[in-house]
């Protein structure tokens, strides 16, 4: 175990030294935290604690200090490792402010969906326990935050290669991103089986609505064929690659021509229908000369 940590210490700092400012800020605040959770009860004053956050106390902001604060080794290395990945992968995509506001609303969300969940177990028991003897911390929601935004923005790219075979898609309501997708395939099916379960069970309490299909009635032929070799997650991938690409030289084409302007042809025909009509003078100068031929043919002395 010991000959991996400077591996392991030598790829952090090399991801952590291409991250910007806001990654390694959080990165430093984490580790402090976790030294100083070794004197100090940092979970008590940084973390939720469900019944401080009613009145009178309102210590509202542990809502934005619970992720940052870690008191065990592991944790403090899967919180390093899901900043050092979030500023390689997502902060190019979106920013670091971004990135930092996804930070803050993730943390915020899994801070107060947590302390609700401990209330209501409190009032479903009276036990004070829930609320007064439970610390909420941790990255592991901006973990799971981070995985979700993996898979709707670089669903069709591996992150990170697995002996065990994975399914690909983008992140949509298909159906290839179910929530057993997030598993190994083969765990899928009984993560499938539970999750399917927890759903039927929502919508019968009304709390999620029911899934409904659609489907294309105008399509030439409602059956599938399935050929070897292919993916339905791949054909979905390149049609809307395809609909994006066709999009993108039609908006060049739309940019590029120019409609011809009407104003010259509207003007031309307003001045012809304005202006008389007189003959052409090569026309003119032709009748005037068969009608002067005609004269002088009438006027000619007899030859009698």
């Known amino acids: 175990m010991r000959r991996y ?9 090399a991801a952590l030294a291409g991250t910007s400012v806001v990654v390694k800020s959080l990165s430093a ?15 008590y004053g940084l973390g939720v604690t469900p019944g401080y956050l009613l009145p009178p106390n309102f210590w509202i902001w542990t809502l934005v200090t619970q992720g940052l604060v870690e008191e065990r080794a592991w944790g403090l290395a899967a919180s390093l490792a899901t900043l050092g990945v979030a500023g390689r992968l997502l902060e190019p995509l979106w920013g670091a402010l971004e990135l930092l506001v996804f930070f803050a609303v993730v943390n915020i969300s899994v801070g107060l969906l947590g302390a609700v969940a401990y209330f209501l177990t409190y009032v479903a028991s009276f036990h004070l326990a829930y609320l007064f003897a439970v610390r909420i911390h941790g ?11 993996l898979k709707q923005t670089m669903g069709d790219s591996t992150v990170l290669k697995v ?12 159906d290839h991103f179910a929530f057993a997708t ?27 609505r029911k899934t409904v299909k659609r489907y294309d009635v105008g399509a030439p032929s409602s059956i599938t064929i399935s050929l070897p070799g292919t993916d339905p997650q ?3 991938r390149r049609r809307q690659l395809a609909l994006k690409a066709l999009n993108e030289r039609l908006k060049r084409v739309e940019d ?3 409609w011809p302007s009407m104003e010259d042809d509207e003007e031309e025909a307003a001045a012809k229908a304005d202006s008389p009509l007189l003959p052409d003078s090569g026309t003119a100068g032709k009748g ?3 009608e002067s031929s005609l004269i002088t043919f009438q006027d000619a002395p007899s030859q009698l």
């Not at 990255?139 to 935004?149: E, I, P, S, T, W």
């Not at 997030?182 to 709390?207: D, M, R, T």
């Open 5 to 13: 940590l400077p591996v392991a210490r030598q790829h952090f700092l």
């Open 139 to 149: 990255g592991l929601g901006f973990l799971g935050g981070v995985l979700v935004a």
């Open 182 to 208: 997030f598993f190994p395939e083969i765990l899928q099916p009984v993560v499938g089986l539970v999750a399917n379960l927890v759903h039927g069970i929502l919508v019968k309490v009304k709390v999620c």
């Open 163 to 174: 002996p065990q075979r994975h399914s690909r898609g983008r992140g949509d309501m298909s």
């Open 29 to 43: 605040a984490v580790v402090l935290l976790y030294l100083l959770s070794f004197g100090l009860d940092t979970a």
């Open 234 to 236: 791949d054909a979905e």
């Open 256 to 258: 590029q021509s120019a």
């Open 288 to 290: 005037a000369g068969q």
